[in-house]
């Protein structure tokens, strides 16, 4: 399979887990299927997908390693005074950020994410 086949491919998961979404919050929180019932449910589903997309993408481009290097500097040196303090050895700590693994659904969450969020808006546009 090549690239752009798999990429067709999760763009259309991520398609078909926004409307099973939509279809879900219809029916748990409406009750009724109408257009506007449709295009709040959208709304909703779209928001959360996006959100899940933008959380997995900020972490992917590694916002938090400056905070997990302190930390790990921080323990290294509080473990080097305990150990200075007890007279004993201490061995040295790999404090290196390891590459992050690239999920390959936060780019079709953002965008079908983002794209149902517009569509949901002109719906309830049209509809009011």
Known sequence: ??????GIKHYAIA???????TVLFMVIRYHQ???LSFAN????SSLALLIVGLIVWIIQG????????GFKLFKRASRKRRAA?????????DVRIHPHAKWPMSYP?????????IVSMLLSYTVI
């Open 109 to 117: 969450f953002i965008l079908t994410g983002m794209a149902f969020f």
């Open 62 to 69: 590694g916002f938090f390693d400056g905070f997990i290097l």
């Open 1 to 6: 399979m090549t690239t752009k086949e798999s």
């Open 15 to 21: 398609f078909v887990i926004e409307l099973l979404l």
């Open 41 to 44: 449910a959208l709304a909703l």
């Open 85 to 93: 303090k007890l007279g004993l050895d201490d061995e040295e700590e």
């Open 33 to 35: 299927f109408n257009l």
